[in-house]
């Protein structure tokens, strides 16, 4: 399958297809300087369509926003597609057609058919986002965004204003 002719529309019907994680045991594996974790995907419904969500940190001291989680698309034919990537705040995100800059800043990207049709990476196109700020917030907002079900997950608490509970 040639991604040339995805559409938005396409794009927007895998993500929002209701999905089951089906190894929820998955088990990390450590190398090169980083852990990550690969997740089995399956549509719910009939249309057979297979994804792949991985969970990937740098594991090297001061590190700690260096990480990234996803939303792969396996085609029929076996070819992967990044549909969504939340990633940390450690590098500032360009926005090639766009021409701008994130900064350093807690960002999400999104396939689109734009960017396929410019021959750049699908997922190129990012917005900053603070909706999480540790990996495991971003996993929540990932599986809750793209309608995943199958892993117990936690949203980071980014409106909390108070160190205490007051009573």
């Known amino acids: 399958m040639s991604f040339e002719s995805l559409t938005d529309d396409k794009i927007a019907d895998l ?21 990550q974790i690969n997740f089995n995907v399956i549509a719910t419904d009939d249309s057979g369509y297979k994804f792949e969500v991985y969970k990937r940190k740098n594991t090297r001291d001061g590190m700690d926003d260096d990480f990234s989680c996803g939303l792969l698309w396996i085609s029929p034919n076996g070819e992967v597609l990044t549909l969504r990537r939340y990633n940390g705040s450690s590098h500032n995100h360009r926005n090639q057609l766009e021409k701008n800059q994130l900064g350093s800043t807690h960002h999400i990207h999104f396939a689109s058919e734009k960017y396929i049709k410019a021959n750049k990476k699908a997922e190129g196109f990012a917005e900053p986002s603070t909706r999480y700020k540790t990996l495991d917030g971003a996993l929540h907002c990932l599986l809750s965004d793209c309608n995943i079900s199958g892993l117990k997950t936690v949203s980071d608490d980014t409106s909390q204003t108070f160190l205490f509970e007051i009573q």
């Open 15 to 35: 993500i929002n297809c209701q999905k089951r994680l089906t190894n929820p045991q998955a088990r990390v594996v450590i190398k090169d300087g980083h852990e």
